[in-house]
């Protein structure tokens, strides 16, 4: 038997013993070995051909059907993730992947805005929640979004099989808040959260983040309104005659304004944040102190929908050499350098690379089942998979001696973990997926 088999039988130790019936702890190495080894499609029938010939059932039963809770493989999944990356260090990452469909009957599949392809189109859109740390990512979390074409359809949600405790709508911020608590309650360790602007345009995103006493830093639209950090109230005067009219609430001094508008006259520095394939990776970058308009809405001035000043946060502005402009909130502390506002802001690219990882190496978006039970126990198996993966990737690069390799963060679950808690621990920044000897890598 090749050693990445053995080696995986050793890694899924653990996810078997939570399985409990022999069958299915059967089952479960043979799925991931399908998506890991070697072949064009990682659907259930070329799987089961490769690992299981002619007895395709058996697998499809242990995906689509069986009885075990992935609940308790998708915390023993935390759990590895947290022990190879977790750390204050790490980032935890937010963002979405679609897994592009060609029919109607797929669940959650809908015409949706895809985000990898900028574009409409019709598609399945996966919340996805990434553990990283010195560019090595590991996916913890991949949730399926219903749009309102399914959370509005009880007979559709019916034949997918969708959990009646996901049959509400919900959006994509909730469903990222929802994971992120699901996470900290499993002990897994990060010092910031990282998002796009789908997220990051939400204020209750935020807002939530903030009060739970965590740091953040998420893109926005270029609309978004703010206000200068020194903003003040002022009590506007009620009328000509003392104790007539109706009282008014303090307003701001000052409008909001756009947070583009608001780098009209900044002064831009030239950052690199890391090295690309093709040299460093460089933009110009600015940063100022704002207050959010995100707080109650009053009438001020006539209007009925004014925001009030929030959270003082970072707005920064990010020039790139296209010519894009693009901008982003933190409440990263008010003495950051802006050096570390951009690298923070940059480091959320690795779940792109995650995502494009488990795609062509692995499958993700190869399934053709129909039900939400079969999706979501498909996607663990992939996450299984690259965590596997990425294990393999760190080992290999302690074994060619690179610098800087300490050991690996201990487990949230080990008595050392009160000491370790806020240890700097860095990992080999690698980008390659290892190669597993006897196994072609897969076509894409």
């Known amino acids: 038997m ?3 088999k053995v080696e995986l039988d050793q890694w899924l130790e ?3 013993a939570l399985l409990g019936h022999r069958a299915r702890a059967k089952m479960c190495p043979l799925y991931v070995k399908g998506l890991v080894g070697p072949g064009a499609r990682k659907s259930m029938e070329p799987i089961a051909a490769r690992v299981l010939p002619g007895k395709y059932d058996r697998l499809h039963h242990f995906i689509s059907e069986g009885q075990w809770d992935t609940g308790l493989l998708e915390a023993e999944l935390a759990r590895q993730a947290d022990r190879l990356v977790g750390s204050v260090d790490a980032a935890l990452v937010i ?7 060609k029919g109607s009957h797929s669940v959650g599949v809908a015409p949706q805005y895809a985000s990898a392809l900028g574009k409409t189109a019709n598609c399945q859109t996966l919340v996805s929640v990434t553990l990283a740390r010195d560019e090595v990512p590991i996916t913890v979390g991949l949730r399926l979004f219903l749009p309102e074409s399914w ?4 007979a559709r949600l019916e034949s997918a099989g969708v959990p009646e405790d996901w049959r509400m709508a919900r959006t994509k911020p909730e469903i990222a ?13 990060f010092g910031t959260v990282l998002a796009d602007s789908g997220y990051g345009r939400s204020a209750r ?10 740091l ?4 926005i639209p270029n609309s978004q309104k703010v206000y200068p950090a020194d903003v003040s109230l002022i009590s506007p005067v009620t009328g000509p005659v003392a104790g007539r009219g109706r009282p008014r609430n303090p307003a701001p001094n000052v409008p909001p304004q756009s947070a583009q508008t608001m780098f009209d006259e900044a002064s831009w520095t030239q950052i690199s944040w890391r090295i690309g394939t093709k040299g460093p990776l460089k933009a110009f970058f600015a940063g100022l102190r704002v207050r959010v308009a995100d707080g109650a809405k009053r009438r001020v001035h006539g209007n009925e929908g004014q925001r009030m000043p929030g959270q003082e946060v970072w707005l920064i502005g990010e020039k790139r050499t296209s010519g894009e402009l693009k901008y982003y909130l933190s409440n990263l502390p008010a003495d950051t350098d802006l050096k570390t506002l951009a690298a923070t802001i940059k480091a959320r690219w690795v779940c792109e690379q995650a995502h494009q990882q488990m795609k062509q190496e692995l499958g993700l978006d190869h399934f053709e089942g129909r039900s939400w039970q079969g999706l979501h126990r498909h996607a663990l198996m992939v996450m299984i998979a690259y965590a596997f993966l990425q294990h393999r990737r760190l080992a290999e690069a302690i074994k060619q001696g690179e610098k800087n390799i300490p050991a690996r963060a201990p487990s949230a679950n080990t008595p050392s973990r009160t000491a370790s808690r806020h ?6 920044a690698t980008n390659a997926m290892p190669v597993l000897q006897n196994a072609a890598s897969p076509a894409t």
């Open 14 to 16: 653990p996810y078997l």
């Open 151 to 154: 959370s509005g359809d009880p």
């Open 95 to 101: 963002d979405d992947t679609a897994l592009v469909k």
């Open 205 to 214: 995103f935020r807002q939530s983040l903030s009060k739970q006493k965590l």
């Open 216 to 219: 953040w830093a998420v893109g």
């Open 2 to 4: 090749p050693e990445w």
């Open 177 to 189: 808040l929802a994971e992120i608590n699901r996470l900290m309650r499993a002990g897994v360790r």
């Open 423 to 428: 240890h700097s621990v860095r990992q080999p």
